[in-house]
C-alpha cells in the first residue's frame, strides 16, 4: 500500500530504491530474529526502463569535429581528442588514460585499457590518427612544459600540463556541440554510442563492435 501511493507522485526510479529499503529493512529484522518471516520476500519496485544514450548523425559528428577550428594548442588538442572518442568509441576513462605508447602508428591501431584494466586494441582512422601524431609531436611538450609536476607519459594534458581529467572531456565535448549549434544531447557517451551506431550501419557485424567497445556480453552491445 505504501509503495501503492509512492507510484501516484514519485518516479518509478524512487519508488524502486523505495522498495529496495523495505526489503532491506525486512532482512535485517528476520536476521535479528526479531520478525519470524521475511515479510518482504518477493517484493518488487516497478520495472526501470533502460534508456539509450543519444545517437548523432553523420552530417552532426561532421559538424562537431569542425568545429573546432582553431589553430591555438588547446584548440588542437580538443580536436585530436574528439576524433579519437568518435573514431575509436573510447570511453571517458580510457582516453584521458592513454599513454604515449598507445598509439601502434604502424599497425594504425589504438590501445586502450576498459574495464577490469583488460586491454584490447582498436583501428583507428587515418584522419585522427594524424591529428593525434600531430598533438603527440607539436602540442604535447609545450603542454608539458608549462606543468609544476611531472604527468609522466599521459598522452592529454591540461593547459597547466596537468593529465586531462574526465570532467573536463565532459566539458570539451559540450562545449563544441554548443558551437557546433547541435540541439541533440551530446556527451562523450553519445559519441561513443555513434561511433557503435555507425559500424553497424555500415554493415560491421556486432561481435567486431562488441570487441571494439571492450564489452564483456555481446548483450550490452545489442
Known amino acids: 500500500r505504501h509503495l501503492d501511493r509512492r507510484l501516484k507522485d514519485h518516479a518509478p526510479a524512487g519508488v ?62 580538443d580536436r585530436a581528442l574528439l576524433h579519437v572518442l568518435y573514431a575509436t568509441g573510447c570511453r571517458v576513462s580510457e582516453a584521458t588514460g592513454l599513454r604515449l605508447t598507445s598509439i601502434v602508428e604502424e599497425h594504425r591501431l589504438l590501445r586502450a585499457f576498459g574495464k577490469g584494466n583488460k586491454e584490447r586494441l582498436v583501428p583507428i582512422s587515418d584522419q585522427a590518427l594524424e591529428l593525434v ?13 608549462r606543468a609544476t609536476r611531472d604527468p609522466g607519459d599521459v598522452l592529454f594534458l591540461s593547459r597547466t600540463g596537468r593529465p586531462l581529467d574526465r570532467v573536463r572531456v565532459w566539458q570539451v565535448v559540450r562545449e563544441t556541440c554548443r558551437r557546433a549549434d547541435l540541439t541533440v544531447a551530446c556527451s562523450p ?34
Open 133 to 145: 601524431r600531430r598533438y603527440r609531436d607539436e602540442v604535447r611538450p609545450q603542454l608539458r612544459a
Open 16 to 77: 524502486a530504491r523505495a522498495a529496495a529499503a523495505i526489503r532491506g529493512f525486512y532482512r535485517f529484522l528476520h536476521a535479528e530474529g526479531i520478525c519470524r518471516e521475511d515479510a518482504a520476500t518477493g517484493l518488487l519496485g516497478p520495472k526501470l526502463e533502460k534508456k539509450l544514450p543519444s545517437v548523432l548523425s553523420r552530417a552532426a559528428i561532421a559538424r562537431l569535429l569542425d568545429a573546432t577550428t582553431g589553430d591555438d594548442l588547446l584548440a588542437r588538442r
Open 189 to 222: 557517451h553519445s559519441l561513443r554510442h555513434s561511433f557503435a551506431t555507425h559500424l553497424l550501419a555500415g554493415g560491421a557485424d556486432l561481435r567486431s563492435v562488441q570487441e571494439m567497445l571492450g564489452h564483456a556480453d555481446v548483450s550490452t552491445t545489442q
